[in-house]
């Protein structure tokens, strides 16, 4: 077992080179709804059940089945009222299941990656073969659907192998929201491509929020707006990225769609210096704009440490 995966050198937050995004904007915000299909009695994984009861699930299948149901279309209309486009999460399984979701989001030129096929399989004893066929299983399944190329990826059930990231690099993907380190953009040691890790919240994900700490809706949206007050104050000095992860089945209840939709009047009153819009447009301008100059900065500051992938600054292909 690694002590360190070194998969990024440690890059100390202070004295940063300025990041600016498009126009002079000094956040970067995106909003992530994850649209997922959890099997009603999936293959049995050793490492890990797919329903924290035993199985079959009726509640918790039927719980999730109304986000897809209900919670997706209410949350999809709130986003048009603010002019907001989704990057989609994607169970790429969705595409069959639910092909009606799938549309109307492309038709709103909303962004699609992918969160793996099923939300109940997971990535634990898969060998490269196996992964590599996820991989181009929901390549190939979204470009089919949707006639758009996936950029991002997030694991499915934030499950991995030690080979994932490489992998995903090697299929130009952009992006990753699978790590937590940062609240800017930053490579990632791979051995080919060019691949950053995209800042993604747990912190502010409603999976934990109302899960995990069981925040009542305007406690939520109190959090929501000051999470995004700093990143807007600090952004000041070089920009930033907030991403709201969203499960439908939990933020469009309808006792929490209102507060919600309140930490989106917030954040859209500043539209004069936020960037609204998709993980793959903030990826695809990091990568063309700061790879190099993070690299650079890293290295100049002694930090580099030798491993897979860029080495002291050297640009990725």
């Known amino acids: ?11 100390p937050y202070k004295d940063r ?5 498009p126009d002079g904007k000094k956040l970067a915000f995106w909003i992530a709804p994850n649209i997922e299909y959890y099997e009603f009695n999936p293959p049995v994984n050793p490492s890990r059940p797919g329903w924290p009861k035993p199985t079959p699930d ?5 719980q999730r089945d109304w986000g897809n149901r209900i919670g997706h279309w209410r949350l999809m209309e709130l986003l048009d009222k603010y002019e907001m486009r989704g990057s989609i999460s994607l169970n790429v399984a969705m595409c069959d299941h639910c092909p009606e979701i799938i549309e109307a989001c492309n038709e709103r030129d909303w962004e699609f990656f992918s969160h793996g096929i099923y939300n109940t399989r997971y990535s634990y004893g898969f060998d490269e073969a196996q992964e590599r066929a996820v991989l181009e299983d929901s390549i190939n399944t979204v470009e089919r659907a949707t006639g758009k190329r ?10 991995h192998t030690e080979r994932t990231f490489d992998l995903i690099a090697e299929y130009d993907f952009w992006y990753t929201c699978d790590l937590f380190q940062d609240d800017q953009p930053q490579p990632i040691k791979t051995k ?3 691949l950053i890790s995209m800042p993604y919240s747990l912190e502010v994900n ?16 109190d959090v929501l707006k000051r999470h995004f007050d700093q990143l807007l104050r600090e952004g000041e000095d070089s920009g930033t990225v907030m991403c709201i992860p969203l499960h439908a089945y939990l ?26 819009t998709t993980g793959a447009e903030i990826a695809e301008y990091y990568r063309r704009h700061y790879w190099d100059q ?10 580099a440490r030798p491993g897979t992938g860029f080495d002291g600054g050297a640009t990725a292909p």
């Open 1 to 11: 077992m690694h002590a360190d995966p070194n998969l990024y050198d440690y890059w």
């Open 17 to 21: 080179p300025k990041i600016e995004w």
């Open 58 to 62: 009726v509640v918790g299948y039927s």
């Open 150 to 159: 996936i950029r991002g990826y997030l694991a499915p059930a934030l499950t």
């Open 192 to 194: 080919s491509g060019k």
């Open 206 to 221: 409603d999976v934990i929020t109302y899960g995990a700490q069981a925040m009542t809706p305007w406690r939520y949206a």
């Open 251 to 276: 933020v469009s209840q309808p006792h929490r769609i209102r507060p919600f939709e309140d930490a989106l009047k917030h954040i859209t009153a500043h539209r004069d210096d936020v960037w609204i």
């Open 294 to 303: 993070t690299l650079t900065d890293i290295s100049g500051r002694g930090l």
